[in-house]
């Protein structure tokens, strides 16, 4: 490439700003999903579980991704059946006795449930159209729904964090979204909801709409309830959301999927990318599967850890809201910018919690035992400075 001369216009040479561009208006002045990804030695901030895969499991991935290697120069199975059947087998092995039995039909899976939840707007939502979540919750629904042009309601929560089915249901029939988002156990608050709720917010959506309720479970493996697998049967708007990144241990994978009737699994095809999961990706989640006795046998440990969390903070006098995954919130702090004050000086302790955005609240995620302690000293610390300041 010699002898061209290329013109360089004067003016924005690197100094270019994303309202430079000609961004779709409802893009304009936002900001994007952003967990801070600091190097702290305790990080506590995004639920991921803090175990690595064990070694045995380590190996089986590396043998299965071996394989489908040599065969990388075509495309991967684009509707993963292979993939869906182990999650179904999953589903259907940890499912309480009474749920529907699941085959590859009602099962889809994508690059996480965040790609799941965007394809499920993408066929449900869409300019023109509605969807409401209870809020706050997390905030990747709304985020995705804005990407996708839906339009974003948010719907109210109790004092508590709790889902007042009276108001909920109101303000479903007042909205008449197209698409209603319950997530159980909730994020950042931590709290479940019951499946009287869920069928309650169910019925109201059919009665309004109809319209597609996505219950967003991706912590129900820390639930000390169980999953609302049951409520599919005969529900063809009700969609369950699941997730490897949280109970499995497997954030870094990004496998998230659906189970439903087998017409939303047709539906949600109309929109994915041919050959979205990739063969590597289809390998890992397999050997996971594989191994989901060793990978779930954490969940037990860091329940315990969770219910540890809620007792010492209690103890040392934050008020916690009941939580059923594997992160707790905790509070209060004193308003306008208690909570950011308070993320900070832990910080400093080494710890690297979430504020949420949550009015006079942090997260904590569930971490090692030893993680735990670290950050219930500095917490504790915390206490004691704020005691001697008023
Ligand atoms: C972490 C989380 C997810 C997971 O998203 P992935 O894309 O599967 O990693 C989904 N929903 C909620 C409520 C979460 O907190």
Redesign the pocket.
């Known amino acids: 490439m010699t002898g061209i001369d290329i013109p360089v216009p004067a003016a924005g040479a690197g100094t270019t700003r994303i309202d430079d561009l000609p961004v779709r208006e409802e893009l304009r002045g936002k900001s994007p999903y952003g967990a801070p990804q600091l190097d702290v030695p305790v990080r506590l901030n995004?639920?991921e579980n803090p175990y690595p895969l064990p070694e045995p499991l380590v190996e089986r991935i590396a043998e299965r991704v071996r394989e489908v290697a040599r065969n990388l120069n075509r495309y991967p199975d684009r509707d993963a059946v292979e993939l869906r059947t182990a999650l179904a087998d999953y589903l259907n092995a940890t499912g309480p006795d009474s749920a529907p039995e699941l085959g590859a039909a009602h099962v889809w899976a994508a690059?996480?449930?965040?790609?799941?939840?965007q394809q499920l707007l993408q066929t449900f939502g869409g300019p023109g159209r509605t969807a409401l979540g209870f809020e706050p919750?997390?905030s990747?629904?709304s985020l995705i729904a804005r990407g996708t042009g839906t339009a974003w309601v948010s719907g109210p929560r109790a004092d508590d964090f709790t889902l007042d089915p009276e108001t909920a249901v109101r303000a479903i029939a007042e909205h008449r979204p197209d698409v209603v988002f319950v997530?159980t156990p909730?994020?950042?608050t931590g709290n479940a909801v019951p499946a009287e709720t869920v069928l309650a917010l169910y019925e109201a959506a059919q009665r309004a709409k109809p319209s597609m309720v996505i219950v967003?479970e991706?912590?129900v493996e820390f639930s000390h309830g169980t999953s609302l697998l049951p409520l599919l049967a005969g529900r063809p708007h009700l969609v369950l959301?699941?997730?490897?990144?949280?109970a499995f241990g497997a954030?870094g994978l990004?496998?998230?999927y659906l189970a439903a009737d087998p017409a939303v699994v047709d539906a949600v095809q109309l929109v994915r990318l041919p050959y979205h999961l990739s063969a590597v990706t289809q390998a890992t989640a397999l050997a996971a599967l594989e191994h989901t006795d060793t990978l779930l046998k954490y969940v037990e440990q860091l329940k315990a850890e969770r219910d540890r969390l809620v007792a010492e903070l209690r103890t040392i006098g934050y008020e916690v809201t009941e939580s059923d995954?594997n992160f707790v919130q905790f509070g209060r702090f004193p308003e306008p910018g208690g909570a950011r004050a308070a993320w900070r000086q832990i910080l400093t302790r080494g710890v690297l919690v979430r504020d949420n955005g949550v009015p006079g609240w942090l997260r904590v995620s569930a971490g090692t035992p030893q993680e735990n302690d670290a950050f219930l000293d500095a917490v504790r610390d915390l206490k004691k400075e704020q005691e001697q300041h008023g």
Not at 111 to 117: A, D, R, T
């Open positions: 995004t639920n690059n996480g449930s965040n790609e799941v939840i919750s997390y990747m629904h997530t909730n994020n950042p967003d991706a912590y959301s699941r997730t490897m990144s949280k954030a990004r496998l998230g995954a």
